[in-house]
């Protein structure tokens, strides 16, 4: 049996547009392991949101199978793809989405009390995170307080707070000014390996993909790998 935290076997995803179609994906094959991390490139509009989509159960392929640490969710009801999201899945996003009204430990809790853990397992958790993405320092401190690259840095330690197998990352540092791009996904890598995590990041930097262990390019519908 295989161990692959995310396998897709020969989605497609078609739209219908007017009295036609279009097609944004074909026949598309991909499998992720545990600890393995994956650059996604291509240009706007090719469809790598769409993959991250469907890999991350927010919408169905139109065909094909997607399944998400051996469990088939291609056809789950909604009920039990929510479940599967919150406790398989992380996602990070190019703006960070933090609730403003809330420090930085209390948005990475959020989905621990969500997920039904203890208020004190919560705390232990966040702040363990938050310090390793080097924000020690600011865990008391409100969105609104941070700079650009620490509101990221919160965005990426509450996706990763329920230990999920899968984080799947669309241009997590595309609001990012170069440097400060470098740093944030600089942390990325390094919590993401430390926690065996696989990874899909969807991304427009060639630099920052290259540190990835694969690259995999969105083109004509299909997927192919460098």
């Known amino acids: 049996m295989s161990d692959a935290v995310l396998q897709l076997e020969k989605v497609s ?10 097609t944004v994906l074909e026949d598309v094959d991909l499998e992720l392991r ?4 994956v650059a996604l490139l291509g240009p706007s509009g090719s469809g790598k949101s769409t993959l991250l989509h469907i890999a991350g159960l ?4 139109s065909s094909g199978t997607v399944r998400i640490g051996g469990l088939d969710c ?17 996602f ?23 997920a039904g853990k203890g208020k004190a397992a919560a705390r232990t958790r966040a702040r363990d995170l938050l310090g390793s993405m080097g924000l020690s320092e600011r865990l008391s401190h409100r ?3 941070l700079s650009g690259g620490e509101q990221q840095r919160v965005a990426i330690a509450r996706a990763l707070a329920n230990n999920p197998q899968l984080l799947l990352a669309d241009e997590p540092t595309g609001n990012l000014d170069e440097q400060t791009a470098e740093m944030v996904f600089s942390y990325f890598l390094k919590v993401t390996r430390d926690q065996q995590v696989a990874a899909l990041v969807a991304t427009h930097n060639t630099d920052l993909a290259r540190r990835m262990d694969r690259i995999i390019q969105v ?8």
């Not at 545990?34 to 991390?37: A, D, H, Q, V």
């Not at 927010?58 to 392929?61: N, S």
């Not at 929510?82 to 398989?88: F, G, L, M, N, P």
């Open 219 to 226: 083109r004509d519908h299909h997927l192919l790998e460098e």
């Open 58 to 61: 927010l919408e169905p392929p």
């Open 92 to 114: 990070v996003y190019q703006f960070h989405h933090l609730l403003p009204e809330f420090s930085a430990l209390e948005n990475v809790m959020m989905p621990l009390l969500i």
């Open 13 to 22: 995803r078609i739209f219908s547009q007017g009295q036609g179609k279009l």
């Open 143 to 145: 969105p609104a307080k």
């Open 74 to 90: 291609s056809r789950a009801r909604d009920g039990k793809r929510t479940e599967v999201r919150r406790d398989r899945i992380g």
């Open 34 to 37: 545990p600890g393995e991390i």
